[in-house]
């Protein structure tokens, strides 16, 4: 297998999203879920490459088993991890952690997260000494949540206990929605990771697609691949430097269906991206944030 100097910042900032290791994902997934070899190949050819990170969730399926399983078998070799509470659970903090740990084979958790704003709202008041503790004992070293809007970005980089933030950032989700939140998080010690680099796969598909979200969506979609065949690029080329050529992020979360999709990925980081093709995504101005949010894609069809 071909392996890829890290050299480029931008490869440094890359995280391996794991959701498709546990279950079929993305809007344009036309695969399923990834096999339990080619999910292990998939671990194995992204840590030789250098790639170091991986975020996951106990709400991804088996995602934690298959980590667990790869660590197993390579004994020398291990990532480190970010993963998310489900956004309901009964057991105690410090009892999911340990469960995680074993299944992930991992002493520790880099980063532990809630699923969401609401669940961190509804959870925090009873279980924020046992993350302080764990946090004291070694066993998680960050504490974040993922969000969907400004509103909870900013209450989240303004709350003492929060170490980083995921929130969505991507060509449509673009600077234009999200340069307050950069800029405050950077005025900050709070670590910003972003997720839906491809907005699951949206950009790939073409304007002229019969899916409801490519319908409402049809102008923008469109915008992006003049832009793509203006410059001479590629949609993923622009869609990956849009966002790791922030330098306001610290981290960027991408998932793949297999390891030459990875591959391709960190080929199109190498590749040159004029400055002003990345401009032109600014004129991207989605009035109806929700088209971009897709947990609110069911109500569409």
Known sequence: ??????????????????VQLGLPYGINNVHGQITLDNSLTLLEEAFKSGITFLDTAEAYGNAHEIIGLFHRRNASTRFNILTKLPHEFTEQIDEKVERYLDQLQVDSLYGFS????????????????????????GQINKIGVSVYTNEEAIKSIEDPLIDFIQIPYNLFDNC???????????????????????LQGLFFMSPESENPVVGVLKEELSFINDIAKRYNISIQDLALHYTFKNRMINSVLIGVDNWEQLLQNIVSLQRRVPKEALMEVERIKIKDIDLINPTLWNKLK
Do not use: P, W
């Not at 440094?12 to 999203?17: T, V």
């Not at 929605?177 to 491809?198: G, M, P, Q, W, Y």
């Open 1 to 18: 297998m071909l392996l890829i100097s890290l050299q480029n910042f931008m490869l440094n900032k890359l995280i391996l999203g794991t």
């Open 176 to 198: 234009h929605l999200r340069n307050e939140v950069l800029e405050k998080a950077s005025n900050s010690d709070k670590e910003i990771h972003t997720r839906s680099c491809f």
């Open 114 to 137: 809630f699923h969401s704003f609401a669940s961190y709202n509804r959870r925090i008041k009873g279980v924020s000494r046992q993350l302080r503790k764990l946090k004291e004992k």
